[in-house]
């Protein structure tokens, strides 16, 4: 099953608030992806379907720089923050940056959504919704 990068956005323009994301979640799925990597720097993304099929974004936003040092506890803090809708999305991108979060992978066959440092060493692991 191959899915587009347009069917993605129209999926992905539903989301309103952290609570839309479970759906965004199914419906994505429904389209056939199996996982998909959002990188800090930029908002480019990859998604990634069954059979090695990728399709990727183009930058979303001016890049900005990423610190070198993770800081865990306040990257952990800034998670639980945006996830109560503390924070939007924006703001969550400055946190991630701002914590030495360079791109998180989504994994909807596991279930887990990882997040990494400059290195690609694992940071921080968490179970998704969707």
Same mark, same amino acid.
């Given at each position: ?21 479970? &759906? ?7 389209? /056939?992806? @199996?996982? !998909?990597?959002?990188?800090?720097? #930029? ?32 990257? &952990? ?7 109560? /809708?503390? @924070?939007? !999305?924006?703001?969550?991108?400055? #946190? ?35």
């Amino acid at each position: 099953m191959s899915f587009t990068y347009r069917q993605i956005e129209e999926a992905h323009a539903k989301v309103k608030t952290v609570a839309d994301f479970p &759906a965004y979640i199914q419906e994505i799925r429904e389209l /056939g992806v @199996t996982g !998909f990597e959002f990188h800090v720097k #930029d908002g480019n993304e990859k998604y990634i379907g069954e059979g090695g099929y990728e399709v990727y974004s183009h930058a979303k936003y001016p890049p900005v720089d990423i610190a070198e040092e993770v800081d865990l506890p306040t990257f &952990a803090k800034a998670l639980v923050d945006h996830q109560e /809708g503390k @924070t939007d !999305f924006p703001q969550f991108l400055v #946190d991630c940056a701002n914590t030495g979060v360079h791109y998180w992978h989504v994994d909807l066959q596991k279930g887990t959504c990882t997040y990494f440092d400059g290195k690609g060493e694992e940071i921080l692991e968490e179970e998704v919704r969707g």
